[in-house]
């Protein structure tokens, strides 16, 4: 489990820009604009 979470915790630091633009809102921009039509 410690490893895992871990590795996890590792991922998100090394991935900061993604959460940056996870978090704010430009991804739901992006889908909403992708697919909100359909």
Avoid: C, I, M, P
């Avoid at 915790?9 to 991804?27: K, R």
């Amino acid at each position: 489990f410690e490893e895992g979470l871990e590795r996890t915790v590792d991922w998100y630091l090394a991935n900061e820009e993604w959460l940056q633009d996870v978090t704010s809102g430009h991804y739901q921009q992006y889908y909403e604009e992708q697919y909100g039509k359909r």
